[in-house]
């Protein structure tokens, strides 16, 4: 399998774990989806929905694939992705964290861009 297939499917795998993990315990009026774009390399986990007459529309995770590195986007859970990851056979050093910015990214174990 070569690497971009690899960042595809690892990607995906995780994503798909951490939405199965959610769903067991799902929100009232809450949907989780599921976005994969694999012409545009784009990967996201979003929670959509309504809590009362509150909307909600929240980004769990995004990823892209781009420039021969994962880039995360955002991750608004507690869950150290890089370690998921790794165990699919990816090091940090393919991972850019893209919600850090540019200056501070040389003082992490990631790759700069």
């Known amino acids: 399998m070569d690497r971009l297939e690899l960042y595809r499917q690892s990607v995906k795998t995780f994503l798909k774990q951490y939405a199965d993990s959610i769903n067991q315990h799902p929100e009232p009026g809450i949907e989780v989806e599921l976005v ?20 909600v529309h929240h980004c769990i995770f995004h990823f892209d694939i781009k420039d021969g590195k994962i880039w995360l986007q955002e991750n608004n859970t507690d869950i150290e992705v890089d370690e998921n990851l790794e165990e699919m056979g990816i090091s940090k050093k393919e991972i850019v964290v893209g919600f850090h910015h540019p200056s501070m990214r040389e003082y992490s174990d990631y790759a700069l861009a």
């Open 36 to 55: 994969f774009d694999d012409e545009h390399d784009r990967y996201l986990l979003l929670d959509v929905g309504w809590e009362g007459e509150k909307r």
